[in-house]
């Protein structure tokens, strides 16, 4: 697996397909994130911007070879080993996406609530921040894993679903995403931090469900 994980690695830095995603969150930040802001607010505003960027980064891995170069890394290793390194690697580039945002929220906001007189601690709720933002970059990796192949068999299906997926996901109340941004907006209102552990970890297997699915369904259809 860690072969696989470099190959697919190497494969989505040469192809420079992560460009798009990235420019787009760093637009993303840069627009949204104001110097001086309340950092909880910033920290929730950067993770949403990573649950769609993290569709966008699962659909680039998953549909980055090339038939014939996917059947060879199959017939090496196997098809659902492959598609996990793909999904694997996806997850891991929105990580560190989440990480260089969660920096950045760090050195820009105020560490304090949305009055500005109830101080924030920065450690903390840089914590919640970044469980925040895995709570919104996992439902974002399982999309990218549902709604692409081996899931869909027509790519041209993948991009209009994943986007409606990442809109929904971000404003039902059921969902781990909105439950996590909700816990950093009433935070910032009150100065209190509240780490999203039962988000994190509904997302987690969410996650985790999505992925096995989408890779045993590769084997079938490999």
């Known amino acids: 697996m860690t072969a696989l994980l470099r190959y697919q690695a190497a494969l989505l830095i040469r192809s420079h ?3 798009p995603p990235v420019i787009v969150y760093a637009a993303f930040l840069a627009i949204g994130v104001q110097t001086g ?3 909880l607010d910033a920290y929730g505003f950067a993770a949403a911007g990573l649950l769609p960027v993290a569709v966008w980064l699962t659909r680039v891995c998953v549909t980055n070879e090339p038939p014939a170069a996917r059947n060879c890394a199959a017939a090496a290793a196997t098809p659902g080993r492959v598609h996990l390194a793909c999904v694997l690697t996806a997850a891991g580039a929105a990580l560190v996406l989440a990480l260089l ?3 950045f929220v760090a050195l820009l906001s105020d560490p304090h609530a ?5 101080a924030v601690p920065v450690l903390p709720a840089t914590g919640a921040g970044l ?3 895995l709570s919104c970059l996992l439902p974002g990796v399982a999309t990218g894993a549902l709604c692409n192949w081996p899931v869909l068999r027509r790519p041209g299906w993948g991009v209009p679903a994943g986007l409606a997926a990442a809109v929904l996901l971000l404003v039902l109340g059921g969902s781990p ?3 996590a941004l909700k816990g950093m907006i009433t935070g910032s209102e009150h100065g209190t931090i509240t780490a999203p552990w039962l988000p994190f970890a509904a997302a987690f297997l969410a996650a985790a469900g999505a ?5 045993a369904l590769s084997s079938r259809r490999g």
């Open 17 to 19: 397909r992560w460009l």
């Open 37 to 39: 802001g309340p950092i």
């Open 101 to 103: 945002g969660a920096a």
């Open 114 to 118: 949305n009055d500005h007189q109830v």
């Open 131 to 133: 469980l925040t933002g």
């Open 177 to 179: 995403a909105n439950a």
């Open 211 to 215: 992925t096995a699915a989408a890779c």
